[in-house]
């Protein structure tokens, strides 16, 4: 119950959030983070990544500190991501030239030596605090990254949901004989996680000479049992936390161990918002959610689209370089496996913006459907 109650508390913010459209003003000499997270593959729903090159490229013009960050699940929860086993979206985002990038818990969906080939593939390389070897808890990829920008060092530290053993296939994180190989430091009173974390934050800040540390956490908030803003309670000297995991759109402030509060933000899922972190010349830090892409000043290289029953504005070469992506798997996305003479649904037809439309939440006749092809599977077997 409890649980909840929490859910409508935060589904009744985003409603709220939405109703209080503002924009912030910027300098020039600001410092501007575009985030997004959980993208599953939808390269082209809403804003897409054509939208999204489009608003960094007009930013661009007159500022040239932009970073854009990722944070995590991008590889899978839609046909192109499905078909190329990930390597399609990591194409995708080496083009758009992804300053950093975290892993989510569905990026081992493919297993662990697809994901290590899309590791080597990705050109920013994913960082990651909390994804360690069992045996002696040192992280398989580096923990943060550094990147400098209008005369500032920021770092990025990245932190994966440690519930990730229970949100993929557990073959692909284990020894045939069942035995863990990886960690993602999930002791039982979640020290070790917090640990973790403040020791990056601190190597950041006092090794590399870090004037800014931000978590990109692919965790949520105030959901399941690890939380984002629980971490941030446990630590301090972090200046924002860019979020991820629950799918969720929120433009907050957290308060972290010195009772300070911290912005913490997350962009829903494919594509819905795009984050928008500024560091001020003067030092302090403001946030808001981009809910669409503004006509561009010059309207060159870009072209009008309509998705859905909204026009959105997009990157010419960008949507260009989607198609063409499309266009290598044409001919499989094509063909006809079978057909449904009713509509398979992932939830009530009246709660597409609930986040109970999930078939993980409910039944549903896309469930039903999966859960019969299973059956008659295990009777054929």
């Known amino acids: ?26 300098s020039s000499e ?148 069942g035995d863990a190989i990886y960690d993602f430091l999930t002791d039982n009173n979640t020290q070790e996680l917090y640990d973790r974390v403040q020791e990056n934050v601190n190597k950041a800040r006092k090794d590399e000479g870090a004037d800014y540390v931000i978590l990109l956490t692919h965790i949520g908030m105030d959901v399941e049992q ?44 494919k594509l819905q918002t795009i984050g928008k972190l500024i560091i001020k010349k003067d030092g302090t830090i403001a946030s808001e959610i981009i809910e669409e892409v503004p006509e561009p000043s010059n309207t060159t290289n870009s072209i009008k689209l309509t998705r859905g029953k909204k026009e959105v504005w997009v990157n010419k070469d960008m949507n260009d370089y989607i198609n063409g992506i499309f266009s290598i798997y044409e001919e499989e996305l094509n063909e006809l496996y079978g057909y449904s003479e009713f509509d398979l649904l992932i939830g009530p037809e009246n709660q597409t913006n609930s986040p109970t439309k999930y078939c993980r939440y409910q039944e549903c006749t896309v469930g039903n459907l999966l859960a019969d092809l299973l059956k008659q599977q295990d009777i054929q077997t």
């Open 1 to 26: 119950m409890e649980k909840f109650i929490i859910i409508c508390f935060l589904i009744l913010q985003v409603n709220n959030f939405k109703s209080q459209k503002r924009s912030l003003q910027e």
């Open 226 to 269: 690890y939380t984002s803003n629980e971490l941030l309670s446990k630590i301090d000297n972090v200046d924002a936390i860019l979020d991820g995991h629950t799918h969720l759109i929120y433009n907050t402030t957290s308060k972290d161990k010195d009772n300070k509060d911290i912005h913490i933000s997350q962009t829903g899922t």
């Open 30 to 177: 600001d410092i501007i983070i575009l985030h997004l997270n959980d993208v599953h593959c939808g390269v082209n729903d809403t804003i897409g990544y054509d939208g999204f090159v489009l608003y960094r490229d007009e930013l661009s013009e007159k500022n040239p500190n932009i970073i854009t960050v990722d944070v995590g699940d991008h590889i899978q929860g839609g046909i192109l991501g499905s078909i190329s086993d990930g390597s399609a979206i990591i194409d995708i985002m080496n083009k758009i030239g992804f300053d950093v990038a975290i892993l989510g818990n569905h990026e081992f969906d493919f297993g662990i030596e697809q994901l290590s080939r899309l590791e080597k593939n990705i050109t920013t390389k994913y960082v990651s605090a909390n994804f360690c070897y069992k045996k002696n808890k040192t992280s398989v990829y580096n923990p943060y990254k550094i990147i400098e920008k209008g005369g500032k060092k920021i770092a990025f530290i990245g932190v994966l949901t440690p519930l990730t053993f229970t949100k993929t296939f557990l073959s692909t994180l284990r020894e045939p004989n």
